[in-house]
């Protein structure tokens, strides 16, 4: 009984610590969970713009466009994300020699909300994160718009639109509406791998909470962190799983 | 006589190993109500398919309006679409969108009609399938009946030289049946060109000027309702009649 109370005393301290939770905030929020918002949110733009554009490549009548789209969505979902993050994470510096803001096209980054200062150090992750994701979507966008009934197209072709314009006025606005729920989960699932980014060496202001947290850790000798950086992660998605229950349900009941 | 809106020469058709349509040759004249029959997988939903190329076609010819669709450059398909109207056994109505967006759309997109104008044609077209009331509903608040006349209207919007039909009542309750032939008819009426592949025998005999018998993905025969129906030539034609006048 002596060591397991003991034990708990010193998991008490090491995780637990109130004095290294107290000195976390505000950094942990103005720094480690808004980069992660930030490296979430672009990475899902990002990969929603791609992702379409591999989706519609992929179901494609050519099998030009069809057949390159196919092999790169294999490719990227048959790998590891931490292995692409790490590919790409240590090639775009390379790539461009460490000085990617003096190209030009994207020195305005210096300058753009949220960026800050040196907005550079935001390109590598989001990049790859928007690759990964962008592959994983349009998986789901096909879907969306293989599970629409081949009459829509018929009929909206019937009535003189063109393909693109039966695509963009009839098919993918049901298509999204079919897999709201299932984009909503890519989202949660892009919110916790942006952890994956921690890997690259990030600076001191472009870290996300994992990367931050695991700072603090070494700083502090005191695992605190951890447990502070897991609840930023589950106050977001916590609630971001529960909409994709809703959407779930609403399915269900809306088709009839 | 008037003058020809669609000419099939020698069409042919399959999918697959399987030839659906083998050298069918027909001439549908201006003003003209030819309804289709025929046993199912007789090649007659297919052949109107291929008269607005939503399936292509693999030999012979289909001359629409004095376009000749196998050389039809896109474009040229799309605003001879337009020309074309069709309706559909299953309606495909857009779910998405109320009544009035369902027949302003392609207005809009393709015809770039203005704001004021479709609403004027909105409200005409569905003041003619008895559906006005109807204007801002969705079509899943819509009884079948109801959405297949949204469906003539939405084709009608587009102010069409020729209607085709592709079984518009074999989805439809029996009690909604009456409500869309109703509207055929008045089409008819109306001097509109009318391709009607049915299965509804009266509707052929009493509104066609003329009715062809489709089999095994040839046109067996074709002539006035009166002599195809009392009077068939073809013993296939008549084995068909008998086995469908018999169920009524």
């Known amino acids: ?256 | 006589m008037s003058e020809s809106v669609i000419t099939i020469k020698s069409l042919r058709k399959s999918f697959g190993d399987k030839e659906v349509l083998s050298d069918i040759n027909l001439e549908i004249k201006e003003k003209e109500v030819v309804c289709i029959i025929g046993p199912s997988g007789s090649g007659k939903s297919t052949l109107l398919r291929c008269i607005t190329q939503l399936e292509t076609i693999d030999g012979g010819d289909v001359v629409v309006l004095g376009k000749n669709i196998k050389v039809l450059k896109n474009k040229d398909l799309n605003s001879l679409r337009t020309d074309v109207g069709m309706v559909f056994q299953h309606f495909n109505l857009f779910p998405h969108l109320r009544v009035r967006d369902n027949i302003t759309l392609a207005l809009r997109t393709v015809k770039r009609t203005s704001k004021s104008e479709c609403e004027k044609i909105v409200e005409d077209v569905l003041e003619s399938v008895g559906l006005l009331e109807k204007i801002d509903s969705f079509p899943s608040q819509l009884s079948g009946g109801q959405q297949q006349r949204v469906a003539i209207a939405r084709s009608l919007a587009m102010k069409p030289q020729i209607m085709l039909f592709d079984e518009a009542t074999s989805a439809l309750d029996p009690e909604l049946v009456g409500g869309v032939l109703a509207v055929m008819r008045q089409l008819a009426q109306e001097g509109m060109t009318m391709v009607i592949v049915t299965h509804e025998m009266d509707f052929a005999r009493n509104v066609a000027d003329r009715v062809v018998f489709m089999d095994g993905g040839l046109v067996v025969e074709e002539g006035v309702p009166a002599d195809i129906f009392t009077n068939p030539k073809q013993e296939r034609t008549k084995n068909f009649l008998k086995r469908v006048l018999e169920r009524d």
């Open chain 1, 1 to 256: 009984m002596q060591i397991a109370a003991s034990g708990m005393e010193a998991i008490k301290n090491e995780f637990f610590s109130f004095e290294v939770f107290k000195s976390m905030f505000p950094e942990v929020l103005l720094e480690g969970a808004r980069n992660t918002i930030i490296f979430t949110t672009i990475a899902f733009i990002g990969g929603m713009i791609f992702g379409l554009f591999l989706a519609l490549c992929r179901t494609s009548k050519l099998k030009i466009l069809r057949w390159p789209s196919a092999t790169f969505i294999d490719l990227i979902r048959g790998l590891p994300l931490l292995l692409v993050i790490v590919i790409i994470g240590f090639a775009t510096p390379t790539l461009v020699k460490d000085s990617y803001l003096s190209l030009p096209g994207f020195g305005w980054m210096n300058d753009v909300w949220p960026f800050g200062r040196d907005g550079a150090k935001y390109i590598p992750g989001c990049f790859a994160l928007s690759l990964v994701a962008g592959a994983y979507m349009a998986e789901t966008i096909r879907a969306g718009i293989e599970s629409i009934p081949k009459g829509q197209m018929e009929a909206a072709r019937s009535l003189g639109l063109s393909h693109a314009q039966a695509m963009r006025k009839i098919i993918l606005p049901q298509a999204f509406r079919v897999i709201v729920g299932p984009l909503t989960n890519e989202l949660a699932l892009l919110f916790k791998d942006t952890s994956l980014i921690s890997v690259l060496g990030v600076e001191v202001g472009g870290r996300e909470l994992t990367k931050f947290a695991r700072d603090f850790v070494n700083r502090e000798a005191n695992s605190t962190p951890l447990i502070v950086a897991g609840i930023c992660y589950l106050l977001i998605t916590i609630p971001l799983l529960q909409l994709v229950a809703y959407f779930e349900r609403r399915s269900k009941v809306g088709s009839r």
